[in-house]
């Protein structure tokens, strides 16, 4: 622009949505051995992508791997209109000139951090491309407005999770780029492992998270009756909490669990049926 200047970015911008470890470690209970994967996978620079059903525990398994291994991490969830220039960076006008702003993927790469992009199907098509020169041995993330080249700092990895039972044909990772990753396949936790996660991330008492595990294992058996979405781990842990909190058990499972997941009143009446099955007096 004419009587403008470019200028980098903001001070402090690279900071901007950096969660950076705490001294207490998230939560996390071990399925498997992907801390040890994931381990190894950023200690020899590889792109991972976690694969599994929503709510699951992909996002909490991240930031302790985040804690685990000392590195700052950015999180981005995805959506519809997510664009290369969102994740990298755009010019913004401001009243002294033009200012370059880096978007969240350039912050991570410049600061060695790990950068999480969750359900990265859903971004567009633009916004997948970028991120190739990450996944590879050039590690660098070309910025097209700038000219500039950015090498990955030590200590960034790419990290990318999508829930594959959800995605459309029209709307998939294309195998050009799901090979470019590591995959860690997730699930919901076993009985035992999901009541142990109640217990901890709500307080409640060990009868009522056993009957809340073995109320989703029933819902869950609905999927071939139509319902789109099963009961995660993560609508159990906000359904225990409401009850931890006072409310009657009942409502808490019709407000946590069964309002979110349908509106239609035949999978209504039979997700009641089985609280009313499930949950005793």
């Known amino acids: 622009m004419e009587g403008s200047s470019i200028k ?3 001070p402090g911008s690279e900071h901007q949505g950096v969660r950076y470890p705490g001294d207490e470690a998230p939560y996390y209970l071990p399925f498997g051995h992907e801390i040890d994967v994931f381990t190894q996978c950023h200690q020899r620079s590889l792109a991972v992508m976690l694969k599994g059903p929503t709510g699951c525990g992909k996002t909490r398994f991240i930031e302790h791997m985040a804690w685990r291994l000392k590195r700052p991490l950015v999180t981005v969830s995805c959506h519809d209109d997510l664009s290369a220039a969102d ?5 913004l006008i401001r009243d002294n000139g033009t200012v370059w702003q880096d978007g969240p993927l350039s912050r991570a790469v410049r600061i060695g951090a790990i950068c999480y ?3 990265v199907v859903e971004a567009r098509q633009d916004a997948v491309v970028v991120i190739h020169p990450l996944t590879d041995y ?3 993330l070309p910025i097209d407005k700038t000219g500039e080249l950015v090498e990955a700092a030590p200590g960034f990895q790419l990290v990318i999770s999508y829930n594959p039972g959800y995605q459309h044909v029209s709307k998939d990772l294309k195998p050009s780029t799901r090979q470019r ?7 919901f936790p076993s009985p035992d492992r999901e009541v142990e996660i109640i217990i901890h991330e709500s307080g409640v008492e060990q009868g009522l998270a056993h009957d809340l595990v073995a109320l989703a294992g029933r819902i869950r058996g609905l ?13 159990l842990v906000a359904t225990a909490r409401l009850i931890a909190n006072g409310i009657p058990p009942r409502l808490a499972c019709n407000v946590g669990l069964v309002s979110p997941l349908s509106d239609d009143p035949n999978l209504i009446a039979a997700m009641h049926d089985l609280i009313d099955a499930v949950l005793v007096d």
């Open 138 to 140: 050039r590690r660098v």
């Open 117 to 119: 992009l969750d359900e």
């Open 8 to 10: 980098s970015s903001d």
């Open 181 to 187: 990753f590591v995959a860690l396949d997730f699930d």
């Open 87 to 91: 994740l990298v960076g755009r010019f």
């Open 223 to 235: 999927a071939d009756r139509g319902l789109a979405e099963v009961p995660s781990s993560r609508l």
